[in-house]
T-cell receptor, first 116, second 113 residues
Framework: DTGVSQDPRHKITKRGQNVTFRCDPI?????LYWYRQTLGQGPEFLTYFQNEAQLEKSRLLSDRFSAERPKGSFSTLEIQRTEQGDSAMYLC??????????????FGEGSRLTVL | GESVGLHLPTLSVQEGDNSIINCAYSNSASDYFIWYKQESGKGPQFIIDIRSNMDKRQGQRVTVLLNKTVKHLSLQIAATQPGDSAVYFCAEISTFGNEKLTFGTGTRLTIIP
């Protein structure tokens, strides 16, 4: 499978615990995005990387959230001291950006987080 | 603030009929628009896109229309099939601006057999 893969697909945790999600983008893609989606809503932008550089972070991304893409390939999204309001689907997407602009975003299947 | 919205949250269509899903956007700087299909428990799947220098683009059974004057986007699905049942999102991006995709709330399309 050469698409965007995310792990784990489902995570159930207790409030206050830390969780980490991993995203492996399409190999030649230089852009990687994290989105959050709650039930009945469209995905909301969290942050994105161009190669290893984190270029933008949403105000939704509180200081409990941190994302990294250390080698410009896979990315991790960590949530510290989880709260029930963090329960959502966390989506990763990748694209190949060029001088003509950003290309099509390909999404993974998402990591569903449930905080008890 | 910037927003992308949909006129109808749900739409039911008889199998074989055509469906039209509408979307309004507010960011006049948006120059790239995409329709995504999302099935239950899955990530959004690209359907069709259109750039702001076009007003119509056709794919296989799908057509996207863009009216920049009224900032309106529509997705037409011809000869709907049961597999078309899903939530459809329009999304917009300013490719040389903040370059982040902004999604609307979505429309749930149900195909009635």
């Amino acid at each position: 499978d050469t698409g965007v893969s995310q792990d784990p697909r489902h995570k159930i945790t207790k409030r206050g615990q830390n969780v980490t999600f991993r995203c492996d983008p399409i190999s030649e893609h230089n852009r990687l995005y994290w989105y959050r989606q709650t039930l009945g809503q469209g995905p909301e932008f969290l942050t994105y990387f161009q190669n290893e550089a984190q270029l933008e972070k949403s105000r939704l991304l509180s200081d409990r959230f941190s994302a990294e893409r250390p080698k410009g390939s896979f990315s991790t999204l960590e949530i510290q001291r989880t709260e029930q309001g963090d329960s959502a689907m966390y989506l990763c997407a990748s694209s190949l950006a060029s001088t003509t602009g950003t290309g099509e975003l390909f999404f993974g299947e998402g990591s569903r987080l449930t905080v008890l | 603030g910037e927003s992308v919205g949909l006129h109808l949250p749900t739409l039911s269509v008889q199998e074989g009929d055509n469906s039209i899903i509408n979307c309004a956007y507010s960011n006049s700087a948006s120059d790239y628009f995409i329709w995504y299909k999302q099935e239950s428990g899955k990530g959004p799947q690209f359907i069709i896109d259109i750039r702001s220098n076009m007003d119509k683009r056709q794919g296989q059974r799908v057509t996207v229309l863009l009216n920049k004057t009224v900032k309106h986007l529509s997705l037409q699905i011809a000869a709907t099939q049961p597999g078309d049942s899903a939530v459809y999102f329009c999304a917009e991006i300013s490719t040389f601006g903040n370059e982040k995709l902004t999604f609307g709330t979505g429309t749930r399309l149900t195909i009635i057999p």
